[in-house]
């Protein structure tokens, strides 16, 4: 089974005068392609800053991270921003939108930095909105949403591009549990439909529970992985 990303001794220390805070210490772990990962932790254990790293957006003290076998530090700037654009998408516990676009230019956005033209861009912006069920809710601004409608769209956008690999940061933890469960199985839908493997970020056990597998940080230290059974 082809691998989509390795961590690999990945460490984190943040310095302060004479103080060092250690965030992560030689963090290890694969994910295969299809592969759906939770990462346990509590608030302040790490997780959020090991996300941020597999995604490029913070460069770790130690180790490397490969994704399809490229070590995503070495890339050039533009380089790695063009592989978050193409191929990683991003979800947040606070869903990002842009309050001044519509639903469907924030979902077509990803696709008009890549270089996508505005016409095709459009069209599959409003496919991943249609099978988001909010095919009724494109021309609404995320103020005139719900916190279900936007967390919703920000599926969509993280989706659109029909990344190999979803990051999510506590997608569910803003959200009511009724409606975190609708949006965390809608989730799980999509990426099996197009293939995708995702590591969701979470304090939520019974969000973990339905997971291929649970990985648990706590003070910066990964404990051996939990397997679960696939796709549950």
Do not use: W
């Not at 996300?51 to 070495?74: A, R």
């Not at 676009?101 to 990803?110: G, K, Q, R, S």
């Not at 769209?153 to 009724?178: Q, W």
């Amino acid at each position: 089974m082809e691998d989509v990303l390795v961590c690999r001794d990945v460490s984190k220390t943040y310095h302060d005068g004479e103080t060092d805070t250690v965030v992560l210490n030689n963090v290890s772990f694969t994910v295969n392609a299809s592969e759906h990962i939770a990462i346990l932790g509590s608030s302040g254990s790490g997780k959020s800053t090991l996300l941020h790293i597999l995604g490029g957006l913070d460069n770790p003290t130690g180790g490397e991270v490969l994704f399809k076998g490229q070590s995503i530090f070495t890339l050039k700037a533009t380089e790695l921003a063009a592989v978050r654009n193409q191929h990683i998408g991003f979800i947040y516990q606070f869903h990002h939108l842009l309050a001044e676009f519509t639903a469907l230019e924030n979902v077509a956005m990803p696709l008009l930095i890549g270089g996508q033209k505005p016409a095709l861009a459009t069209s599959q912006a409003k496919d991943i909105l249609e099978k988001v069920g909010l095919s009724h809710r494109m021309t609404h601004k995320p103020a005139a949403l719900s916190g279900g409608e936007r967390q919703r769209v920000a599926i969509a956008r993280a989706l659109v591009t029909k990344p190999s690999l979803v990051l999510a940061d506590e997608p569910t933890g803003n959200l009511d549990h009724r409606t975190g469960v609708q949006v965390y199985a809608l989730l799980k839908s999509l990426s099996e439909e197009l293939g995708t493997s995702f590591i969701v970020v979470t304090h939520d056990n019974d969000l973990a529970a339905q997971m291929n597998r649970t990985l648990t940080i706590q003070d910066g230290v990964l404990t051996p992985d939990l397997p679960k059974e696939a796709h549950q």
